[in-house]
């Protein structure tokens, strides 16, 4: 079977919205100082225009797979652009902090919405063996708006407003709420949706919410140590006592049945790790270069969205290689040469060579793209049609929570390298970079569990090599 267009078009338009989302969710933090001033505020507690925003996102992304079955597709999806769009005019508009802030929640409710609704039209309209294909146009512009969200924001801090970080999404969205109305059909209705599960809304949701919020506390220069604590411990209560509800509620919010799929299960608990080393990436590096090289903006930047490229330059290739070599294969050299590259990363030094680590860079974005177009496909490859929404709810939440945790675990990274004894800044980057590289070869370990034909039925051998017999029975 052939993508037709009206499935690549929907599929380019989630990616758009969905590069979007993420773009939001850290642009803003280049432009704190200029916000500040605008707000007469202090530039630090302009740290909760993110927060919030991840805040909302985390909170609201498990409700998604039950609004679709109530709304369905389309009225949720036209919804959430509406709504994303207009709270973009009024984060551009506001006059003080708690009002700006209380505008990124309702952006947030609807980024909740709008891309988790989006992957499931793609995913369920897709027939098994293009699954591949489409699903990489969704994934990648995700991966890129983290890569080129710094240098972006500096640009139209500098050259424009800070009320041009939320005004550019407002063309984007008249665009997006276009190409939606034309095509997004009337369906994904359930005719007798399940009742919400109000015990699982309460405790995934409060649990999601304290923890991105510890995570923030966290990322702090200051964490206060009794608050932090007590958001960390309630949190993992909650998220506990979630997961002993979902599994035995007959109607779940989030239904972690999908994780008896074997390719899902190792595609999630591997994919967040994978995603907190994605995350943490562009936060460390134009750290690294700033303040220990001591470059400027616009080099580390340029240097940075070398990520870019190699994100976009493996993009034809990635299907291609995934056919000839299979998703485990492809999946276990992407995650270690991804660490081995950030362990080198974190041994350069000003007097490194420039090409060199652009290459490393580059080398970066080529394999964090592969890697992460296998963890959000074969997931997919095995999962009944039935499932198909329940799954790709619990992908999103579990992706959201890693990219709202990413920056964190990289503020953690780099305390724990400024404990070793005699340490300096340059070793506490250093050691920082070789935990990050650790948790990315847990990845790789992880994919080693991963069967070798995982993902086969949606793959598409070369002419002459005979398809792997079904293994399944």
Not at 174 to 189: M, N, T
Not at 270 to 289: D, R, T
Request: charged letters at 10%.
């Amino acid at each position: 079977m052939v993508i037709d267009a009206r499935q690549r078009n929907t599929a380019l338009l989630v990616s758009g919205c969905f590069f979007m989302e993420m773009l939001d969710g850290t642009i803003v933090t280049t432009a704190s100082p200029q916000i500040g001033r605008s707000l007469h505020v202090p530039a630090a507690e302009v740290g909760l225009v993110v927060t919030a925003y991840l805040l909302t996102l985390a909170v609201l992304i498990p409700l998604s797979g039950w609004l679709t079955r109530r709304f369905g597709n389309r009225v949720i999806f036209l919804t959430a652009i509406v709504v994303f769009t207009l709270a973009s005019i009024g984060c551009a508009s506001s006059g003080s902090l708690p009002e700006l802030v209380a505008m990124r929640v309702l952006q947030g409710a609807g980024g909740a919405m709008m891309v988790p609704v989006g992957r499931t039209m793609v995913v369920s309209m897709a027939a098994k063996e293009d699954l591949l294909r489409i699903t990489s146009f969704v994934v990648w512009p995700g991966l890129l708006a983290p890569v080129i969200a710094p240098l972006a924001g500096g640009l139209i801090t500098t050259y424009a407003s800070w009320h041009w970080l939320f005004l550019i999404n407002v063309p984007l969205g008249v665009v997006a709420f276009i190409a939606a109305w034309r095509l997004v059909g009337h369906s994904g209705r359930a005719d007798a949706p399940p009742p919400l599960d109000w015990a699982g809304v309460v405790l995934t949701c409060a649990g999601l919410g304290g923890l991105t919020y510890a995570a923030h506390l966290v990322s702090l220069p200051a964490p206060p140590p009794v608050q932090t604590a007590v958001f960390a411990v309630a949190s993992a209560g909650l998220l506990a006592g979630s997961v002993w509800h979902l599994r035995r509620t007959p109607h779940p919010l989030l239904n972690l049945r999908t994780l008896r799929v074997d390719t899902f299960r190792v595609s999630q608990a591997g994919g967040s790790l994978y995603w907190l080393v994605c995350g943490a990436m562009p936060f460390l590096l134009p750290l690294l270069f700033q303040t220990q090289f001591g470059w400027s903006p616009v080099k580390s930047g340029a240097v940075t969205a070398f990520i870019f490229v190699g994100n976009v330059g493996i993009k034809p290739a990635t299907t291609p290689l995934i056919n000839r070599f299979g998703f485990r294969s492809l999946l276990l050299v992407s995650t270690v040469i991804t660490a081995v590259v950030i362990a080198a990363l974190g041994f350069t030094t000003a007097a490194t060579p420039l090409p060199v680590i652009a290459a490393l860079t580059l080398v970066s974005g080529v394999t964090r793209s592969s890697g992460m177009t296998v963890y959000s496909t074969v997931g997919y490859a095995d999962m009944p049609p039935e499932l198909v929404r329940d799954a790709n709810t619990l992908l999103a939440t579990s992706t959201q929570l890693a990219a709202g945790l990413s920056i964190a675990v990289a503020t953690v990274a780099l305390r724990i390298g400024s404990l070793f004894p005699g340490a300096d800044s340059r070793t506490a980057y250093t050691v920082a970079f070789c935990l990050l590289a650790l948790i990315a070869l847990i990845a790789a370990a992880e994919a080693l569990l991963m069967r070798r034909e995982a993902g086969d039925s949606v793959r598409r051998p070369r002419a002459g090599v005979p398809a792997r017999a079904d293994r399944s029975g």
